[in-house]
């Protein structure tokens, strides 16, 4: 297959392997290897590229259509299918943001949860474990949602599987390091109130480092009748394997993998790697469950030296679950100390200080008898704290005669456990046995007195705070120009030193929450109010006095809980009736995970309804919905939403996918959720549906928005990070990305011009006395903005960032929008009325005006804002600003581009209707045309009421005949 070395940087790029950047210096890398001639097949610079490591032979494959398989998986590049058999539906990847460590990650669709059903997966097991660290349980990641898919991602374990190696080659000090070490790992499990459920060879991976404990994150996947379901992860290559390691009650229907049946397991592998013989061999799984429930002696491996440990593995392996350890912390806390006394070389005879005398027989016998009888009471009671629900299911046919012998089992367990003691207190023909029998009743003793005192007792489990599922957040840069950011920001925005190019952002994107929300929306604000303590949020208090409390009450209000129990909140707006506040609804994310059930008595008075199999909680027009796996009041929720009745089938019908942005999908992607404040609007929404939201905003704001963004601009992102130094970005995507330098030239004028026009302002005007004295430092502010704020384009978006000291939150912004207000002067705007920009200034006067523009070469459209803006500047205060627009959907009908060079322009104090026509003229398809009443003069300019403004309109004659506009006399036929 022959290609281009174009082409391949081409798919290399597009498929997200690599950025520009990195292309450009993979190519400068390639070419020190590979003749000229060679450097432009693609082929062979693919095939460079997989030998010097920048690609995988798998993805390699992919590129070239030999293998159909993901190169990117959420936020993970993929590299190769993963070479362990235990994991052979994940794959190798690393992070898109440049960490070079490999995980395994998995998409988990809707269909295989289906499937993984029996096996009771929970999306709050993948959270908890991914809270829990521990040097020898294998790393789980936060989960990802993306595209309707679960994204998981695990640490790659290294060395082999402990079923790849001999026992044979193991000395008794590494078995019972390997014990020691994995007792550690599922005492950690425990104590979070989290079961293992599979512990067998093949899930525990020994290297240099010590032992790896593998643990599906997803499922509790332990009952024997589910055998063949081994969750995430690949059945083990013994179909046998696991029964020779399941407790034996876990053939009971029903029963489902807890503390003690690990640590079951624990003693079997422990058995196996000790003797190289299974606790438990048969040919079938009946059979091998059947010895489960057998007498056993004192195996070989346990005599000598090795007394000290045996009544520690006795009790890992006790046919009744009473009678061993509750968790693996009390299991490895009894194994430390056996391990002292064995080291110490201690006599079993011998007494030890402040011992106490053991337990008479019917004091055994009664305490055996009660701990019997409170774990079948606990067997028959769900356990809600461990979120892990219990299922009954019949019993398959093969385990149907086993199911009788456990039942049996179970209701005489005192008498087995005492016919495993009753053969070590029997005498023996042996005096030697003697002292070997004093010795265990003397560690049963002390084993006794450690557990009354509450040492072998687990830990408590750890308060831990669960974050928002979601996209991978990487780490955050202290300060924009450390240089140890530079793996991080990766191709996102340049650090700068001078005039070009962009300021690095705080954060990279990783798009704040959106999938419990309907679609059709045309806003989003991202809060975090958790985080706006402090004098952070003092100065917006200054700053956005009643504006900000309105929001924050509105959002706890409705939500029912207070601003410190939210840890993010997205607020979406849609389409309403015109001119009234347009409906919303919002996704809240707590700072502590809450119980279903209190959260709805929170919220209450409420009704319990069903929605398509939903569950779903309504108080008047408002629907409260919880995501599907929290379905049970008992278990604890992360993340809802509240939306209008009218929403909530939209929502469903997405089944947890985020919902369709339409024009605002680029952007949403480049949005980042760690942003205290990020807004995303499409302007269009502003001017018409979403008008009523701007209802309360100063007049001044209002006329000036499609100043400033136009009407032909698809969508604009605002993200702020309230810490020092103050960030904050703009960006603007555009219809099309050939008018992103328009865009940014558009911007670039306003900002240098900005400073001179409210310097004019305030020369003409008398600011009020509130603001007068920080009235006089506006201009001096601006310019100083000039010099922190950069622009540029990244990938066909507008962006303007910038970077100001802390105290600027507070001046800038509290001069900025007092200078926006109605009463910023001492005069108050009158009410303006409806065909006049002011009370003496009509808007045939206003394009009278006498303007001067001048320039050498600028496109089309950017010589109309410029005009536009001389024309504005020319405004008294208080005066509606006139927007001027391209009607982009008419020039391309006429196959007119917006970009067509206007060259030496000069209107020198002259009308502001002249300076149009002249535009007008000189853009014309046809340049030959004289009369401008002419039907061949296609592009004209004309005059529009918007509400309570005028807009200018330049457009074709053509779709001002179908709109039935009226042409000014410049243009209209006699």
Known sequence: MAFSSIELWQRLSSSGLASSQQCRLWATTVAEHLESDECLKGMAVLQKL????????????????????????????????????????????????????????????????????????????????????????????APELRDGQLVIALAMPGGRS??????????????????????????????????????????????????????????ICGNLQLVDLPGLFSRDSDPLSYYRYAAPELAVPGQNPNATSDVYAVGCLWHWLASNKNLSEGSNASEILTKHLTQRTTPEWL????????????????????????????????????????????????????????????????????????VVRKQSTPDLASNEPTRVSKPTSQLSI???????????????????????????????????????????????ILKASGVLQPAAPEKSKKPPIADYIPPTPATPKQAEDIDARLNHYQLVESSDGLWLPAFAPQPFPIDMLAPGSGAYLSLRPEDWKGPIK???????????????????????????????????????????????????????????EKLVTTWSPIADISVANARCFQRGADVLFVAAQYLDERQQAVCFSILPRAKLNDVLEMEGAEPPLGSLEGLWKRTSS??????????????????GLLASAPMRLKSNLPHWLGYDTRGLLFQTQLTEPWYWEIQLQAMNQADSGMLRTMWQTHLSQLASNVEAWLANEMPHSSWRTIAIRLPAMLRSLNSFQ??????????????????????????????????????????????????????????????????DQEPIEVALQLVATEANDQLHAGALTVSFRLDGDAFERAGITRNQQLRQFAHTQSPVRDALTEIARRGNTDPTVVDLHDLNQELVWLVRKTGENFEVLLTTRTAAGQANELLPAEFARP
């Open 402 to 448: 086993v199911s009788q012998q456990v039942t049996h089992a179970q209701s005489s367990s005192y008498s087995s456990v005492q016919n495993v003691r009753s053969l070590k207190r029997q005498p023996r023909k042996s005096s030697l046995l003697l002292p070997a029998i004093g010795g265990c009743l003397v560690l049963i003793a002390i084993l006794l």
């Open 790 to 855: 950069r622009t540029g384009i990244e990938n066909g978006v507008t962006i303007i960032n910038c970077y100001l000291p802390a105290s600027a939150i507070t001046n800038l912004t509290f001069a900025s929008w007092t200078a926006l207000g109605d009463y910023a002067t001492q005069a108050a705007p009158q009410d303006i009325p409806g065909d006049t920009l002011s009370p003496s200034f009509s808007i045939d006067e206003f394009l009278a005006t006498p303007i001067t523009v001048r320039f």
């Open 50 to 141: 997989v030998e010097l490591g920048q690609l995988t032979k798998h993805q390699a494959k992919v590129l070239v259509g030999q293998r159909d398989a993901p190169l990117r998986i959420g936020s993970w590049i993929v590299l190769q299918p993963a070479h362990q058999t235990l994991f052979s539906s994940w794959w190798e990847a690393v992070s898109e943001l440049g960490a070079q460590e490999k995980k395994l990650i998995k998409a988990v669709g809707q269909g295989e949860l289906k499937e993984l059903s029996p096996l009771l997966p929970s999306l709050s097991r993948v959270d908890a474990q991914s809270q829990i660290h521990h040097q020898n349980l294998q790393e789980v990641l």
């Open 303 to 374: 005599t000598g030296e090795h007394q000290a440990l045996s009544q520690v593995w006795f009790h890992c392996v006790a046919q009744d679950p009473s009678a061993r350890f509750t968790d693996a912390g009390e299991a490895l806390a009894a194994l430390k100390l056996a391990q002292r006394i064995a080291s110490e070389n201690l006599s079993p005879t011998s007494p030890q200080p402040n011992q106490r005398s053991p337990k008479t027989q019917n004091e055994r016998e009664s305490n055996e008898r009660e701990s019997s009888e409170k």
């Open 674 to 691: 760690n942003y205290d404040v990020s807004l995303l609007v499409a302007p269009s929404y502003l001017y018409n549906p979403g008008r």
């Open 538 to 596: 003092q100065a917006l208090a200054v700053c956005f006095d009643m504006q900000l409390e309105n929001l924050c009450s509105a959002i706890t209000m409705r939500c029912g809980l207070t601003a410190d129990a939210i840890q993010q909140v997205t607020v979406a707006w849609y389409e309403g009736q015109p001119d009234a506040a347009p409906p919303w609804a919002m996704r809240v994310t707590l700072a502590e995970p809450m119980q279903i």
């Open 162 to 219: 402990v079923d790849k190696i001999a026992p044979a080659s193991l000395s008794p000090g590494q078995i019972l390091e390997i014990i020691v070490q994995l007792l550690a790992g599922l005492a950690k499990m425990h104590a979070h109130g989290l079961a293992h459920g599979r512990v067998v060879p093949s899930q525990i991976f020994l290297d240099a480092r010590g032992v790896t404990l593998v643990r599906d994150p997803l499922c």
